[in-house]
């Protein structure tokens, strides 16, 4: 069983930066890939980033390349999110997901924090 703790989430003025933290615990030998998914009222849970524990692969939605920076420090099996020139359509409930292969589907990660709202004000 793995446990996943988020933090950072918060109200930022557009333009604005917030860094959000994911702690694993547990069978953390079971969080090869790391990453954050987001959920707006309406629309689906759509992938954001994700990084590969070992390589240093990354992934990135085409809506967040450029301005988001996925990170992770394996010594303390955290994965960071640091979003930069945030924009009111990145306000979404933002979800930490850990599993075992590198895809984008959200249904085929094992592990799930509980979320952290991000609001992006104009």
């Known amino acids: 069983q793995v446990r996943l703790v988020e933090s950072g989430g918060g109200l930022v003025q557009a333009g604005g930066s917030l860094r959000l933290s994911c702690a694993a615990s547990?069978?953390?030998?079971?969080?090869?890939?790391m990453g954050w998914f987001r959920q707006a009222p309406g629309k689906e849970r759509e992938f954001v980033a994700i990084r590969v524990r070992s390589g240093g692969t990354t992934l990135y939605a085409d809506s967040v390349k450029g301005r988001f920076t996925i990170s992770r420090d394996n010594a303390k099996n955290t994965v960071y999110l640091q979003m930069n020139s945030l924009k009111p359509e990145d306000t979404a409930v933002y979800y930490c997901?850990?599993?075992?292969?590198?895809?984008?589907?959200?249904?085929?990660?094992?592990?799930w924090g509980q979320g952290t709202q991000v609001t992006v004000s104009s």
């Open positions: 997901a850990a599993g075992a292969f590198i895809v984008v589907d959200n249904t085929l990660y094992d592990y």
């Open positions: 547990g069978r953390t030998f079971s969080t090869n890939v």
